[in-house]
């Protein structure tokens, strides 16, 4: 996901709400929570009352990252982690909870990578495979490690028919930004494609982070990539690319026994919380619940996955229904391409015209600015009316950004109104898809805040009388991709072709996008 350039500030004053309380039930908060609204209504106060008691929300965090772990689709932690949602989501009192199957077109795990440079020294490497790149031959790949500077189409070419049979290192910047880290998503897939054309035997990138941070992307999405990829941690690679720079020739060797197997079964969670006059009709609030298994999956995305299990049992503890149904999905296969929410709109399609809003979170645990309004201005106003209790909150901010790159996306492409919870990122970023994504890097008081937002969004949105906004047709969405640019977003992943002839959402007219 990408960050707003600049943010408005929405400077209208909050309905009729002047005067303001201090929550009573926030056990465990230092400092104390923001002021709620005293206007508020008592059955929305009930609720965020429960949202804000005691819970087991810390306890179900630090459970999923501890104990089961890193959850990569298709690994027994994921499985593990699907059951006990289920479990959790029941105790939590749901009215219904079930996994729901879906089909994943490949099983990817890591097998034990290995790099070691062999000339002009021998010395050991840090390195991690990059998501779903092939296998190296056994034995491993060992070759001369070439300069790719930053993999662009010039660079590649200039390497002529040294490029064949090599390894090429590709340097990237380090990231200081979420636009950053779009940029590595997006340019990346694109280099690989380049190498493979140019006949290299594999790549090399640089880490984005210092001190030898390693994680791991997604760089291919719908089938293994077209090389052996690696992700090399910063100062390795740029100890390489010294070496390279001064001569003479430089070889190394990578061993990437990557696990690879067919199509498999993967599941989504789907619980509910039925509403009172309109259960017909959904508001949808969900997260990813796999993630990559290098650190345990604790701000990408189980803070989240945490959160929406201990929205329903506020809910059901504060004994109150909306007028229509919450719906809550944990997703998987979010981080191989949105194939869990991509299967679920598949599935659920009798169902879209009755979804009147999609909720997602997915940037880790901080803060909550406001919501991303994915190409639907409308929504601003109506997010002002269902965050008024939290007028003191400063959640007041909604960019009206439209992106690819989590699970609201199908939903989106379908004219389904959509909201990404916009946070600030300063504690996401460093630790993105990391080894040092761990429990310890949790906020528990941020945690706890960003539940009540979300409680109140679903809330709000689900007990007001009007829908949101309307389920846009075709010619609606398409004017989002033109207008936002998504085009070359989902080209990066994958997606563009799908969406061009009819398969993925609502097919667009004739030339409405160039």
Not at 46 to 60: G, I, K, Y
Not at 63 to 71: K, M
Not at 160 to 171: T, V
Request: aromatic residues 6%; negative net charge; hydrophobic residues 45%.
């Amino acid at each position: 996901m990408r960050q707003a350039a600049l943010h408005a500030r929405l400077a209208a004053a909050i309905g009729a709400v002047t005067t303001l309380a201090v929550l009573g039930a926030a056990p465990g908060l230092d400092p104390p929570a923001p002021p709620i609204a005293e206007a508020t209504p008592s059955p929305t106060r009930a609720v965020l009352d429960a949202a804000l008691a005691d819970s087991p929300l810390r306890d179900n965090l630090r459970y999923l990252c501890d104990v089961i772990g890193g959850r990569p689709t298709g690994s027994p932690a994921l499985e593990r982690a699907v059951d006990w949602a289920v479990e959790a989501f029941r105790s939590a009192g749901v009215d219904r909870v079930s996994a729901e199957a879906f089909e994943m077109p490949l099983r990817w795990e890591e097998g034990e990578t290995r790099l070691r440079a062999l000339a002009p020294a021998d010395f050991p490497l840090r390195a991690v495979s990059m998501a779903w790149s092939p296998a190296t031959p056994p034995g491993g790949l060992a070759a001369p490690l070439l300069d790719g500077g930053r993999g662009t189409a010039a660079e590649l070419t200039s390497l002529g028919e040294r490029a064949r049979g090599a390894l090429l290192l590709i340097q990237q910047d380090e990231m200081r930004s979420l636009d950053d880290l779009f940029a590595e998503y997006i340019g990346n897939p694109a280099v690989l494609e380049r190498a493979a054309a140019a006949g290299a035997a594999g790549v090399l990138f640089s880490s984005t982070r210092p001190r030898a941070l390693l994680y791991r992307h997604q760089q291919s999405f719908g089938r293994l990539a077209p090389l052996p990829s690696a992700l090399v941690a910063r100062e390795d690679a740029l100890r390489l690319g010294r070496l390279v720079a001064a001569g003479p020739e430089v070889r190394v060797r990578l061993e990437m026994p990557n696990r690879i197997g067919g199509p498999f079964v993967a599941r989504n969670v789907v619980a509910e919380w039925k509403g009172s006059e309109r259960a017909e009709e959904i508001v949808l609030i969900g997260a990813h619940l796999d993630s990559w298994d290098l650190g345990t999956g604790a701000l990408d995305n189980g803070g989240n996955s945490a959160m929406i299990i201990d929205i329903a049992r506020a809910l059901a503890a504060a004994g109150q229904r909306p007028r229509r149904s919450i719906r809550f999905v944990l997703f998987t296969g979010e981080e191989q391409g949105l194939i869990g929410s991509r299967a679920y709109v598949r599935d659920h399609r009798a169902e879209l015209d009755n979804t009147v809003a999609v909720v997602i979170f997915d940037l880790g645990v901080a803060r909550v600015r406001g919501y991303f309004l994915g190409g639907r201005p409308e929504l601003g106003p109506v997010l002002q009316e269902v965050l008024a209790p939290l007028a003191a909150w400063d959640v007041g901010t909604h960019p009206p950004d439209a992106f690819a790159g989590t699970d609201h996306f199908d939903f989106l492409l379908e004219g389904i109104p959509t909201l990404v919870a916009d946070q600030d990122p300063t504690s996401y970023l460093p630790d993105y898809h990391a080894v040092s994504d761990t429990f310890d890097k949790v906020d528990a008081r941020e945690l706890r805040l960003q539940t009540v937002v979300a409680a109140m969004t679903v809330w709000g949105l689900a007990d007001r009388p009007a829908r949101p906004a309307a389920r846009l047709d075709a010619a609606g969405v398409a004017a989002i991709v033109r207008d936002h640019g998504l085009k070359v977003q989902m080209q990066a992943f994958g997606m563009w072709d799908d969406y061009a002839a009819g398969r993925r959402g609502l097919r667009p007219p004739d030339g409405a996008i160039p």
